[in-house]
């Protein structure tokens, strides 16, 4: 999904896939292959392959 949209937000990802804003918060913090590039809502995700 961040793929295919790079400017998704968090409660979007929240949404689509049946978990909490919080649930998914925590995924990114612990993936490293995650980035968020930018501030606030200027800013898009990058995954590092």
Do not use: F
């Not at 937000?9 to 995924?27: D, F, H, M, N």
């Amino acid at each position: 999904m961040i793929k295919q949209n790079p400017t998704v937000t968090r409660e979007q990802l929240a949404i689509a896939l049946g978990k909490s804003k919080r649930t998914v918060q925590r995924i990114i913090e612990n993936s490293s292959k995650i980035k968020y590039v930018g501030k606030g809502k200027h800013g898009h995700w990058e995954i590092e392959e």
